[in-house]
């Protein structure tokens, strides 16, 4: 929203300059982004009458111009084909200087002089228009300065507003606010609004009254659509980022800026019979006044007549009824439309325009008759005609409705920490625009339907807040108790178990509870399932018993849509039968297909396998605290495959399985690739060890390596468990860096290296104690193992 100081200055006597006043908007919550001159420097120009006009005897399209420039006048030399006796226009005189820092001299043009330059609007940085010399009103004062007289040492606010600020995007709203903030009275701008000249009356029909609950309409006859624009208001549209575009729509332009209300002009004679508001028929289209046609849809509101659709309600209009230059009779358009049925329409055919943006946040829904009443006024002013009778039709069910919202006194003091003065609080909210009603406990505010953003007591703090400034709030050290963790510290929270897996590649989803009794046989067949007494379908027959069939199923469904890397988790609810009743037991389960890594250019991808999954799961049990105290021993499952799976335990408590489904499975479920699975017991997964500190040690720590030949059977996790009971506590970490069969180790047998991490807290160690550790150690894997140490 761009707005002039001068044009806020006609509606509040604001005695701040322009900075000032923007830093106390930003501050009120109207964010000003920034602050501009409204016209860029130049000196020296003056209005000026060309008295007459000769050709130049050298040049075919120069004209020899003699202008009065008050007290002097001057011979100019012009090429502008618009030069002409009578022609009231800038003149930059001899000495000047103009935009961009071009000082104007004495000059010779094909042997004649010329003292001064008659100028175009864009040689001042007003315009883009350089088709001709910018022509001024006739009653013009000759002489006088240019910047005086367009008073162009304006300032321009551009505020960046939040969607819930739609009251503010016009000057009458951005004049609330800052009486709000200064104390100064609004002085709205008098106008009233022209006597009716005819009789003749539009017949509005509301099709879609939820849509549009409010819809006025005027018909002025007569009027002149190629009269000159004032050059006052084309500047004020200027400086609030609008074009100029002729009188009728820079009227209807002007009044959305000055009030906020959206409004638009038909042809009168484009329209057959009356006015309907209804939303579009399936298929209809409509050209637009951008050129552009588009294909409606039966949720889109359309401003139509008895045969066709003539505009998009709140969007933009159509050229089948737009103001053209034969225009004689118009039909002037004032209306509320629902937010909710504005909303999204404009982006849906590809469009942003002043007055959706407006729509879309809500307009005040008692403002159609004072908007199309100014907008009558000053067109029979600019452009002439004769105004007939207003004609409104409303369903007063679907307009909104003031609210009234209770403010406690007491409420205040406790949400900002300060006391504001009760004459203060009536005050700033009557000078919001809310009507205010003391109570005993405080005041009974009334907010007007224009401020959507108020409904509730804290809406009502805020305001004051803002308004009394943000910066008078006391800064004061909290008083209230320390909040209690959310989790204790015995436990892992489940946000960060989901993390973990988030950032490893996983997506999560959620499944329904009941699925369909076959898959849930193929993937826990030794579990009895329990069936619905009223499913809401065979495929949804049975409760779960895993959390494995819904992600299967939804691995089904990435795949047949070409997603073909899917790395799935959930938690949930499984239920098994009991003899006392239904168990209920949450679980952690996950499904992973395709390759290990994205594509990428770094490297060739590889299919993942079952070890990238298990590294997942060690990340997951890192988070206990205690990762050593899990394990995975090789056991059977019949959903998995009989060399790929494994039971997982923490300590000797089995808390879930990890593997790849079985091959018929796969074929079965018709799972394109190798497929893997787990589920963790989430009880047992989120219980953690509770932190204990212990000083770093001062002293350095000492790594020995050990190989040793054990059979294939037994597992690394294994090893690594027998290691730490020997090694007791000088033994600070395990870590197993080589896995070696061939040459050199026998059949049946693997070789095992692992770096051991040797330190104590109070002294160095020195090589009899680590000696005598390392045989420790040996001796423990060669008794419980079977272990030889590999030579």
Excluded at 464 to 487: F, M
Aim: aromatic share 6%; net charge negative; with cysteine.
């Amino acid at each position: 929203m761009r707005i002039s100081t001068n044009w806020l200055q006609e509606w509040i006597a604001v005695e701040d300059d322009a900075q000032t006043l923007g830093d106390r908007l930003t501050m009120a919550g109207l964010e000003v982004d920034a602050l501009e001159p409204a016209a860029p420097e130049f000196s020296g120009v003056v209005v000026a009458e060309i008295t007459a006009c000769e050709r130049h005897p050298e040049a075919d399209r120069l004209q020899l111009c003699t202008v009065n420039a008050g007290e002097e006048t001057f011979q100019i030399v012009c090429g502008a084909p618009n030069a002409r006796q009578g022609l009231k226009a800038p003149l930059a005189t001899v000495g000047g200087v103009l935009p961009g820092g071009m000082k104007i001299k004495r000059a010779k043009l094909r042997g004649v002089e010329s003292f001064g330059m008659l100028c175009s609007a864009r040689e001042l940085g007003l315009s883009e228009d350089a088709a001709g010399l910018m022509e001024l009103p006739a009653d013009a004062p000759v002489g006088q300065d240019l910047r005086e007289y367009l008073a162009l040492d304006d300032m321009v606010i551009e505020v960046d507003l939040t969607p819930n600020r739609s009251d503010c995007l016009g000057v009458a709203g951005v004049a609330r606010e800052v009486s709000a903030l200064t104390g100064k009275p609004v002085q709205a701008p008098s106008f009233s609004a022209p006597a009716p000249q005819h009789q003749d009356e539009i017949a509005i029909q509301l099709d879609a009254p939820e849509a549009c609950p409010r819809y006025v309409g005027q018909i002025v006859r007569g009027v002149n659509p190629q009269a000159p624009t004032p050059l006052w208001m084309q500047e004020r549209l200027r400086r609030a980022g609008v074009r100029s575009l002729g009188p009728i729509v820079d009227v209807t332009n002007y009044v959305m800026l000055e009030l906020g209300q959206p409004m638009h002009a038909f042809d009168l004679a484009k329209i057959d019979g009356g006015i309907r508001v209804r939303m579009a028929t399936a298929g209809e289209k409509l050209e637009l006044l951008n050129g552009d046609t588009v294909e409606l849809d039966n949720e889109t509101l359309v401003i139509a007549d008895h045969s066709r659709a003539h505009a998009l309600a709140g969007v933009m209009g159509g050229e089948c009824g737009s103001v053209g230059d034969a225009t004689r009779d118009i039909l002037l358009e004032s209306a509320f439309f629902s937010p909710l049925a504005i909303a999204g329409r404009a982006r849906r055919y590809g469009l942003h325009t002043d007055s959706s943006h407006r729509f879309e946040r809500g307009v005040d829904p008692a403002l159609q008759r004072q908007a199309i009443d100014r907008a009558a006024q000053l067109i029979v002013e600019i452009a002439g005609g004769a105004p007939g009778p207003v004609c409104e039709a409303a369903s007063d069910a679907h307009l909104p409705k003031p609210l009234v919202v209770r403010l406690r006194r007491q409420r205040i003091g406790h949400l900002l920490g300060m006391e504001i003065p009760d004459e203060r609080v009536e005050a700033i909210l009557s000078a919001l625009g809310l009507t205010v009603t003391a109570v005993e406990e405080g005041w009974d505010v009334t907010v007007p339907a224009f401020r959507f953003d108020i409904a509730l007591e804290v809406d009502l703090i805020e305001e004051l807040a803002r308004v009394w400034g943000y910066d008078r709030i006391p800064v004061r050290r909290t008083a209230t108790p320390l909040a209690i963790a959310p989790q204790p510290e015995g436990k892992v929270a489940l946000s960060r178990l989901r993390d973990t897996l988030i950032t490893r590649g996983y997506q999560e989803a959620i499944t329904y509870s009941f699925v369909e009794p076959a898959l849930q046989a193929q993937l826990d067949p030794e579990q009895e399932p329990l069936p619905l007494a009223n499913p809401l379908s065979a495929d949804l027959a049975v409760m779960r018993t895993s959390l494995w069939p819904g992600l299967a199923k939804a691995l089904l469904y990435n795949q047949n849509r070409q997603h073909e890397r899917v790395r799935l988790f959930e938690t949930g609810l499984r239920f098994r039968g009991r003899l006392d009743g239904l168990a209920q037991e949450r679980l952690l389960a996950g499904i992973v297909a395709g390759n290990q890594l994205p594509e990428q250019w770094a490297g060739e991808v590889r299919p993942v396998d079952f070890f990238d999954v298990k590294g997942d799961l060690e990340a997951l049990f890192a988070a206990s605290g205690e990762p050593e105290s899990y394990r995975f021993e090789p056991e059977t499952h019949p959903a998995l495959h009989p060399g790929q799976s494994a039971r997982i335990y923490r300590g000797e408590q089995p808390v879930g399985w990890l593997g790849a489904i079985h091959p018929e499975v796969q074929r079965e479920l018709d799972l394109a690739g190798r497929s893997f699975v787990f589920e963790l017991d989430l009880e047992a997964l989120t219980r953690a060890r509770v932190p204990q500190f212990s000083p770093l040690s001062k002293f350095p720590s000492i790594r020995r390596d050990l190989a040793v030949l054990v059979d294939e059977d037994v597992s690394a996790a294994a090893i690594e468990g027998c290691v730490r009971r020997a090694g007791g506590e000088l033994l600070k970490d395990v870590v197993l860096f080589d896995v070696y069969r061939g040459k050199g180790v026998p059949q049946g047998q693997k070789s095992l290296a692992m770096g051991l991490i040797l330190q104590e807290s109070s002294r160095t160690l020195t090589d009899q104690d680590v000696d005598g550790l390392i045989q420790q150690v040996v001796s423990r894997l060669s008794l419980d193992l079977g272990a030889v140490l590999r030579e």
